[in-house]
């Protein structure tokens, strides 16, 4: 159940943009539980459609590349959607950061728009 909660956070980190294992953990209400949504991530190999490239850790480190096959994939899928890394880490992380939290942020306003429209 943990894993398929992080799971659904990590589906909807959108192209080009990197979350971390720490917003994942408090998103979804487990705030000390950063090192167990690492776990969740390294079992997720099997999972297709799992943009596990997007999650670092909380300084933009890539401390989840070993995790990937070859020895610097995790880094091409993130330059590839635009984000520029040096040394295995995001530069600009503070403006690539995604918070699960935009992603409530982002119902509550469609449902205010839809409400809206209603009237």
């Known amino acids: ?25 408090k998103h979804i209400g487990s705030p000390n539980s950063s090192r167990m949504v690492g776990w969740a991530m390294n079992a997720s190999h099997h999972k297709s459609g799992l943009p596990a490239h997007r999650v670092v850790n909380r300084i933009g480190l890539l401390s989840g590349k070993h995790h990937f096959y070859g020895t610097d994939l995790m880094k091409q899928l993130l330059e590839n959607e635009g984000i520029n890394i040096k040394n295995d ?3 600009n992380f503070e403006k690539v950061f995604w918070d699960p939290k935009d992603m409530d942020d982002n119902k509550i306003k469609d449902k205010i728009h839809r409400w809206i429209k209603e009237k």
């Open 1 to 25: 159940m943990f894993f398929e909660k992080v799971y659904n956070v990590v589906r909807k980190i959108p192209v080009g943009r990197v979350t971390t294992y720490g917003a994942i953990a």
């Open 89 to 91: 880490k995001v530069i």
